[in-house]
T-cell receptor, first 110, second 112 residues
Framework: NAGVTQTPKFQVLKTGQSMTLQCAQD?????MYWYRQDPGMGLRLIYY???????DKGEVPNGYNVSRLNKREFSLRLESAAPSQTSVYFC?????????FGDGTRLSIL | QKEVEQDPGPLSVPEGAIVSLNCTYS??????FMWYRQYSRKGPELLMY????GNKEDGRFTAQVDKSSKYISLFIRDSQPSDSATYLC????????????FGRGTSLIVHP
């Protein structure tokens, strides 16, 4: 029972590089979410997808794009990485119940 | 003022102690209340989920909601070193997509 799987687990980028973070869930959940977690800031919602074919901005969407590829997969793209995007990124999924989280992608931008 | 306030700690207790973790909130529309546990280098995992006011017990864990005071608590009895983690509270109002508002988390250390 994999739940929510995120790849990669770690990544180091240089400023200006692009990167796509992948997320897949096998629980047949309709909704998927991307968060970032920074020390002292808690979890902040970047984007979410309430259902396949829809995406909406969260609290901190600037500098990110998302794609809901199908019901299982929701990717997060950084087009031109900036040091301020150094963070731990979590993907989550749900269906009218509390969210299930993946184990995160630790991203460092130099 | 953030909608959900949570003391970041760390809270350090000896093994076997009763732990009390708390959150306050300002939005009276919140109806669903959750506690997540997050181990180092892992994602948050749901620990407790309650609706409206009252208590809910699950093993050594008790979640308590006082909507009149806008205050929620998580009690851990007979705490163990394996309980050492960050505990995040989260809450949500009625309707809409399932997007809760999270507290910043309290770091708990249970030492043997």
């Amino acid at each position: 029972n994999a739940g929510v799987t995120q790849t990669p687990k770690f990544q180091v980028l240089k400023t200006g590089q692009s990167m796509t973070l992948q997320c897949a869930q096998d629980m047949n959940h309709n909704s998927m979410y991307w968060y970032r977690q920074d020390p002292g800031m808690g979890l902040r919602l970047i984007y979410y997808s309430a259902s396949e074919g829809t995406t909406d901005k969260g609290e901190v969407p600037n500098g990110y794009n998302v794609s809901r590829l199908n019901k299982r997969e929701f990717s997060l793209r950084l087009e031109s990485a900036a040091p301020s995007q150094t963070s731990v990124y979590f993907c989550a999924s749900s269906v009218s119940q509390p969210q299930h989280f993946g184990d995160g992608t630790r991203l460092s931008i130099l | 003022q953030k909608e959900v306030e949570q003391d970041p700690g760390p809270l350090s207790v000896p093994e076997g102690a009763i732990v009390s973790l708390n959150c306050t909130y300002s939005n009276s529309a919140f109806q669903y209340f959750m506690w997540y546990r997050q181990y180092s280098r892992k994602g948050p995992e749901l620990l407790m989920y309650t609706y409206s006011s009252g208590n809910k017990e699950d093993g050594r864990f008790t979640a308590q909601v006082d909507k009149s005071s806008k205050y929620i608590s998580l009690f851990i009895r007979d705490s163990q070193p394996s309980d050492s983690a960050t505990y995040l509270c989260a809450m949500k109002g009625p309707g809409g997509s399932y997007i809760p508002t999270f507290g910043r988390g309290t770091s708990l250390i249970v030492h043997p």
